[in-house]
């Protein structure tokens, strides 16, 4: 059974830094891409990136490139997502998400149930 278990949400200033973990298990981590979801209040969910642990590569959506970054160790079967100079629009309930392929564009069918990151300003 495929699970997911994020941690390392809270309340941060803006400006300040948070880790995100995500926890994998029962599938082979490499064989899979890993991305970060984000649900705001009112908001649309929206996509923040992704890391094929196939090869490492990621991707992000454009409001978080520099900020933000994903890395993977394989050897943990653990996913992080470092975010950076967080503003108050990052706020939300971070979901870690899988699916299996070697690039992020495979379709991401496995959720976690999410941490909330709140950034005050």
């Known amino acids: 059974e495929v699970q997911l278990v994020e941690s390392g949400g809270g309340l941060v200033q803006t400006g300040g830094s948070l880790r995100l973990s995500c926890a994998a298990s029962?599938?082979?981590?490499?064989?899979?891409?890993i991305g970060w979801f984000r649900q705001a209040p009112g908001k649309e969910q929206e996509g923040v990136g992704c890391?094929?642990?196939?090869?490492?590569?990621?991707v992000y959506t454009d409001s978080v490139k520099g900020r933000f970054t994903i890395s993977s160790d394989n050897a943990k079967n653990t996913v992080y997502l470092q975010m950076n100079s967080l503003k108050p629009e990052d706020t939300g309930v971070y979901h870690c998400?899988?699916?299996?392929?070697?690039?992020?564009?495979?379709?991401?069918?496995?959720w976690g149930k999410g941490t909330l990151v709140s950034v005050s300003s």
């Open positions: 890391i094929a642990n196939s090869d490492g590569s990621t």
């Open positions: 998400v899988a699916g299996e392929g070697t690039t992020c564009s495979v379709d991401l069918d496995y």
């Open positions: 029962g599938f082979i981590f490499d064989k899979y891409a």
